[in-house]
């Protein structure tokens, strides 16, 4: 039964996937919202102009069956279409799967549709935010760009979060409200869902805008104080600071190499918003694991 559930998730998240990749293509850097006279249309190549017909149109699929070429012009498909329909399906059979163990739900409950209602609301607000995180990634890596309103949607997202959480504290396991259970009692001076998410929010946030006017926009962009605020709503205190301190480290680490294999100058742009998304995946996969170890290493 729940193999049967989580295909259909799968081929439904392939599909959401090739839609994202849709709003990708037709993302224009001068606006800094999507157009919805872009989006809507048919999908051609991108070489010839050559109007895909529907056998071409299935997600992952068809680049698989036409060995990544176009079968009109043979020039090559980006990379882009099945690498990001295949994480986009992975979001959704991953997520569910990660929250319910950290949240102490059941698989085969949540699967019946037999978890509480809000739950539910709260594992889509979860998926949701993958996906915008993953458009972030790519759209900022191709543009140098973060649109607004995909900023917008998880702050508005993480308020959703933070209420749903707070609402049903009662229900939760204990420990629940980061992504470091109890070492929030280390890192945080509330023990209460809804400030770790509001000090998230400021901290993140002004952090990033400190950083942002002494290095007069160099270091990093308006789009990334903004994803910072946002991320900050949805991850909350202290978890905001894991995500900050290894997006810096992996961020040098990156600048470092292509410095010294002078592909970049110092001066030349680096997008952030990716070490951004990558840093929150290992928080909220990883990030407990990371602290323990961190402190098994000195005894304590
Ligand atoms: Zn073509």
Not at 219 to 244: E, N, Q, R, T, Y
Request: hydrophobic residues 55%; aromatic residues 20%; proline residues 4%.
């Amino acid at each position: 039964m729940t193999s049967i559930v989580f295909f259909c998730l799968f081929i439904f998240g392939l599909a959401i996937g090739s839609f994202l990749n849709v709003l990708i293509f037709r993302y224009s850097p001068e606006g800094r919202f999507f157009n919805i006279k872009d989006i809507l249309g048919r999908s051609h190549c991108m070489s010839c102009r050559k109007t895909l017909e529907a056998k071409e149109l299935i997600p992952l699929f068809s680049f698989l069956f036409l060995r990544g070429r176009c079968s009109s012009c043979g020039e090559r498909i980006s990379l882009q279409y099945p690498i990001v329909e295949f994480l986009s399906g992975g979001i959704f059979v991953l997520i569910p799967l990660f929250l319910n163990s950290f949240f102490g739900i059941r698989s085969v409950l949540f699967f019946s549709l037999l978890a509480p209602g809000w739950y539910y609301l709260f594992i889509l607000l979860w998926i949701l935010i993958f996906l915008s995180l993953l458009l972030i990634f790519v759209i900022d890596l191709k543009h140098y760009i973060i649109p607004d309103g995909l900023n917008i949607f998880i702050f508005v997202s993480g308020v959703a979060l933070t209420l749903l959480f707070a609402f049903n504290e009662t229900h939760i396991l204990p420990f629940r409200e980061s992504f470091l259970r109890n070492y929030t009692l280390v890192f945080s001076p509330f023990q209460n869902v809804f400030y770790n998410h509001l000090l998230g929010f400021f901290g993140g946030g002004l952090f990033f805008l400190f950083l942002f006017f002494i290095s007069k926009g160099k270091g990093m962009g308006m789009g990334d104080v903004k994803l910072a605020f946002a991320l900050g709503m949805v991850l909350g205190w202290p978890d905001i600071v894991l995500v900050s301190m290894i997006a810096f480290i992996l961020g040098g680490i990156w600048a470092a190499i292509l410095y010294f294999s002078k592909k970049k100058t110092m001066r030349d742009k680096l997008p952030f918003a990716p070490f951004f998304v990558i840093a929150s995946v290992i928080t909220i996969f990883f990030g407990f694991n990371l602290i323990k170890g961190y402190f098994l290493l000195f005894n304590l």
